[in-house]
Nanobody
């Protein structure tokens, strides 16, 4: 069973930066999209950023210009550099990998979540 292991969360002051990483415990065949989602207390999980196997990126409007998603295809790893952090960025961040098998079946993998807290 492949697991996604996240790291890089923590407590940071407003205006600060953090870099999240998410690595698969084993090679995943057919990765198409890697991404980050977040869930704040009392709110639904929301998409933060995604990156396709071709390198096309997509960002939530609330993080455009501040967050940058990237990936290392050789390592099945996805990163997210978060700059100019705001208190409203406080949430549990989850990484996601969507892959398609040779038989055309889609699989979704989720990390366990890493807490990001932005506070002075």
């Amino acid at each position: 069973q492949v697991q996604l292991v996240e790291s890089g969360g923590g407590l940071v002051q407003p205006g600060g930066s953090l870099r999240l990483s998410c690595a698969a415990s084993a090679s995943i065949f057919g990765i198409r999209v890697m991404g980050w989602y977040r869930q704040a207390p009392g709110k639904q999980r929301e998409l933060v950023a995604t990156i396709t196997s071709a390198g096309t990126t997509n960002y939530a409007d609330s993080v455009k210009g501040r967050f940058t998603i990237s990936r290392d295809n050789a390592k099945d790893t996805v990163y997210m550099q978060m700059n100019i952090l705001k208190p409203e960025d406080t949430a549990v961040y989850y990484c996601n990998i969507a892959a398609i098998s040779g038989l055309g079946q889609w699989y979704n993998y989720w990390g366990q979540g890493t807490q990001v807290t932005v506070s002075s």
